[in-house]
């Protein structure tokens, strides 16, 4: 194991998203997982049934926990619920010298709002320039922009625009477009990648999201390359979507622990 990740975000009691997807993808990835909760959600494959936040004090003193003690090498912001918290959290991490991944979560996957519209330019002022990724699914690239995004060109063109807000690179999600391919861009300063693969024909696409970034942030923490380290993370979650264990009757979860063979270690496999 190596890779220390701090993850700001939501806890998700069903599993599948938010912070359990975090320290589960993080831990596929054989790095360390470490958590400030932003708030709790009650929540299943169905969608949210209650949102409880964390005092800003209280997540202020988780964050404080973990880097005065353990230290990390990147950070990883999912949910973080209204302005004043978003405010918070860009404060805290300003003084840092690692990666921020930057997952600019506004809406779950069943509909419930994860972010007040308040905190959006509080984001856009405060967090977007210190990313290192951001990684915005098209829904949240067109809030932030103000532009619309219905194909591979217009995902370019909002992934540039948001590079002006300080970010030195975007991981444009293209879960949201129809189509048997899918397609995410990478775009930076100096150039403009796209990874393409086949979109997997399921309803087991609970927190996809959470766990492309903080696969993301698990490569940068242990000093892979960003183009490597959205590969590797890409990779992880495909794999993990096609071997989902089709849990619950809604958006189910992922298969996080694909990476992971308990059987060898019992002997029962070399
Ligand atoms: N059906 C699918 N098949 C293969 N890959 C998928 C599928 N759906 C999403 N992905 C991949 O999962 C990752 C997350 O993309 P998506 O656009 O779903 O993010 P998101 O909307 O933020 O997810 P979430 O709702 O969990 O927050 C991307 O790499 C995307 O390409
Ligand atoms: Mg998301």
Partial sequence: MHGRVLVIAGSDSGGGAGIQADIKAITAMDAFAMTAITALTAQNTLGVQGVHPVPPAF??????????????????????????????VAE?????????????????????????????????RSLLPMAALLTPNLPEAEVLTGMRITDEAGMRR????????????????????????????????????????SRIATRHTHGTGCTLASACAAGLAQGLELFTAVSRARAYVQAAIFSAPGYGAGHGPLNHAVTVDPARLAGLRS
């Fill in 158 to 197: 909002a992934g540039e625009a948001l590079l002006s807000f300080g970010c030195a690179a975007v991981l444009m999600k293209g879960g949201h477009l129809e189509g048997p391919d899918l397609v995410d861009v990478l775009v930076t300063e100096k150039r403009v990648l796209a990874f393409r693969s």
């Fill in 92 to 124: 805290m991490l300003a003084p840092l010298q690692i990666p921020i991944v930057v997952d600019p979560v506004m809406v779950a996957k069943g509909g419930a709002s994860l972010l007040a519209d308040s905190a959006v330019a509080e984001m856009k």
């Fill in 59 to 88: 997540l202020r003193l988780q964050i404080d926990s973990v880097l005065s003690d353990l230290g990390a090498d990147a950070v990883k912001t999912g949910m973080l619920g209204d302005a004043a918290t978003v405010g918070l």
